[in-house]
């Protein structure tokens, strides 16, 4: 069948069609420009933090780090590793947080026992208790995309807020300390 055998109002219709999927595609990507890319959402939030248990990176002693351990207070949980530049870039402010009082608490991830050492020895250690996810399995279930991330949670044991990647001065000032004054920690 021809197109020109086609009555003129069907044919203006197929004509249409192109027009209307461009238009579809601006609005897609006009919404889609509109989204801050470093907000990923997490099934978690408001939610208790996954059940879990993690020896101490070997050779440091320590308790290790559970589930227990995070409630009863507001604190944070950060996932890092030493083989991590962006870790590595906000472990200052971590530091900075561990001084002004907040409770941090740390996942070891996928990492050598002798490397997290050694980074923990070079840059400062701002976790009250660390624990080693040598095979990533407690941080698949705390829906960690890659490393750094840093969680909020509330005393009940809730996860209130993730953050995905390198905490920035911002996130602090904007986010982390005021939610953790709001959280009552």
């Given at each position: 069948m021809e197109l020109l055998s086609l009555p003129m109002t069907f044919r203006r219709l197929l004509y249409?069609?192109?027009?209307?999927?461009?238009v579809g595609v601006g609005v897609g990507l006009a919404v889609g420009l509109t989204r801050d890319p470093s907000v990923l959402p997490s099934a978690l939030l408001d939610r208790p933090v996954p059940a879990f248990e993690?020896?101490?990176i070997e050779g440091r002693g320590g308790d290790g780090l559970s589930s227990r351990d995070l409630a009863g207070r507001v604190a944070l949980l950060n996932v890092f590793?030493?083989?991590?530049?962006?870790?590595?870039?906000?472990?200052p402010l971590l530091m900075a947080l561990a001084e002004r009082g907040v409770a941090i608490y740390g996942i070891n991830y996928k990492d050598q026992p002798k490397q997290a050492t050694a980074w923990l020895e070079e840059l400062g250690d701002p976790?009250?208790?660390?624990?080693?996810?040598?095979?990533?399995?407690?941080?698949?279930?705390?829906?960690?995309?890659?490393?750094?991330?840093?969680?909020?949670?509330?005393?009940?044991?809730?996860?209130?807020?993730?953050f995905v990647g390198p905490l920035q001065p911002r996130d602090l000032e904007q986010v982390v300390l005021p939610m953790v004054a709001e959280l009552g920690g």
């Open positions: 249409l069609i192109p027009v209307l999927v461009f993690l020896p101490p590793a030493s083989w991590c530049v962006p870790c590595r870039a906000e472990h976790f009250r208790k660390i624990g080693a996810d040598r095979d990533g399995r407690v941080s698949i279930d705390w829906g960690v995309y890659g490393v750094p991330e840093t969680f909020v949670i509330d005393a009940e044991g809730r996860i209130r807020h993730k």
